[in-house]
Structure formats: C-alpha cells, structure tokens
Nanobody, 116 residues
C-alpha cells in the first residue's frame, strides 16, 4: 500500500508564499504522474499541477506563473511552491500519484488558508 503524506500547509497573508511537500512511502520512480489537487469549501476537487516521471509539468490556468511543482527522486518527495497567494487559493491541498498501471493514490490533504 502506498502512503502519501502532505505537509507545509498553514495560514498565510495575501501575497505570501508556502511550500507544500508530499512524501511517498516508496520510490516515486514507481509513479507515472504525481500531482497536487485542491478542494475549496462547497467546490469540487480540481487539478492544480502535475509532474510526469520524465519531468514534464502541467498547471491549472489559475496558478500558472505563481505555482511551481517539482520532485526530488532521492527523497521520494514532490513539492508545490506557491507564491503570490490570494484568497481563491484557500483550500485543502491533496497529493496524488498515478502508477504506471493506472492505480491512483491520494494523501489526506493539508489545509492552506490565505487571509486578507
């Protein structure tokens, strides 16, 4: 069973930055894609950013230019650097991993709250 553990969430003021981490219980070389999703109150979960095993990245339009996803294979960790945060970024952020056999894994989430 794969475990994904998120950390780094918290309360930040508008315009501030946070870095989220997602630590996997096994080598992230096992995963075709890893990514971050978020779910705000009353809204559906949405894609934030993904990174493929080859390094290709994809971002939601709402975060392009502000968020950066990266991976450290040696630490089995994926990061999400979030800059210029605003109130619309307030949500629970979930780490996701997809294996080469298309098995999906989710973390429990970390809360990000942006205050004005």
């Amino acid at each position: 069973q794969v475990q994904l553990v998120e950390s780094g969430g918290g309360l930040v003021q508008t315009g501030g930055s946070l870095r989220l981490s997602c630590a996997a219980s096994r080598s992230i070389f096992n995963f075709d894609v890893m990514g971050w999703y978020r779910q705000a109150p009353g809204k559906q979960r949405e894609l934030v950013a993904t990174i493929k095993s080859g390094g290709n990245t994809n971002y939601a339009d709402s975060v392009k230019g502000r968020f950066t996803i990266s991976r450290d294979n040696a630490k089995n960790t994926v990061y999400l650097q979030m800059n210029s945060l605003n109130s619309e970024d307030t949500a629970v952020y979930y780490c996701n991993a997809v294996s080469f056999r298309s098995n999906y894994y989710w973390g429990r989430g970390t809360q990000v709250t942006v205050s004005s």
